[in-house]
């Protein structure tokens, strides 16, 4: 069955660190993963996705992902952080079972100190 | 182009009522999802929607239901409500219905059921 692991609940990072949030999923055949983004309230933004071809693909807001097979990974990542970024953020396989549906994994929260 | 329109934004319903909720999807959009997302549960898939036809369906009971109308409008419908409904209820529009078609996402509504 298709699933996707969000290992960290909740990262905190200083203002201008780096950031890396990891995404592992499970799924039979090609993957079609994205990552989302939500404000509190709010519905969720796309950030980036990926099909197919080059494995690092760059998204919205300065974010980075890279796709590894080998690890059935998609880890997320900015290399400096801005206090905006604050926001939970999610993982997801899109899957097409006699129809289509995104799974989503249960999400990382993260916190930007000063 | 105008988002995804949900309304309300904001219910509080009493326990044993219905409630219908609305999803205006994004024009030229004919597929609409419906995702539920509690703090335990996270965002679970209840259903989705294309050309009005029902094609997925997540594991609800029966208490939920959906419609999509010619114009791709959707609506969902939930019958006797009980307190472990309460949740953020989000709908998604997409163009196709694929499984590497991105979604996009409304504010969601917030019922509250007391």
């Known amino acids: 069955a298709q699933s996707v692991t969000q290992p960290d609940i909740h990262i905190t990072v200083s203002e201008g660190a780096s950031l890396e949030l990891r995404c592992n999923y499970s799924y039979g055949a090609t993957p079609y993963l994205f990552w989302y983004v939500q404000s509190p309230g709010q519905g969720l933004q796309l950030l980036l996705k990926?099909?197919?071809?080059?494995?690092l693909v760059q998204g919205i807001k300065g974010f980075e992902a890279e796709f590894k097979r080998s690890q059935s990974s998609f880890n997320l990542r900015k290399p400096s952080v801005h206090w905006s970024d604050a926001a939970e953020y999610f993982c997801a396989v899109g899957a097409s079972t006699g129809g289509f549906k995104t799974i989503f994994g249960a999400g990382t929260r993260l916190f930007v100190k000063a | 182009k105008a988002g995804v329109t949900q309304t309300p934004r904001y219910l509080i319903k009493t326990r044993g009522q219905q409630v219908t909720l609305s999803c205006s999807p994004i024009s030229g959009h004919r597929s609409v999802s419906w995702y539920q997302q509690t703090p335990g549960q996270g965002l679970q898939f209840l259903f989705e929607?294309?050309?009005?036809?029902?094609?997925n369906k997540g594991n609800f009971p029966g208490r939920f239901s959906g419609r999509q109308f010619s114009n791709s409008r959707s609506e969902m419908n939930v019958s006797t409500l009980e307190l472990g409904d309460s949740a953020l209820y989000l709908c998604?529009?997409?163009?196709?219905?694929?499984?590497?078609?991105?979604?996009?996402f409304g504010q969601g509504t917030r019922l509250t059921v007391v």
């Open positions: 929607y294309f050309s009005e036809t029902q094609r």
């Open positions: 990926y099909f197919s071809g080059d494995t």
């Open positions: 998604a529009s997409s163009p196709r219905t694929q499984p590497n078609t991105e979604a996009f």
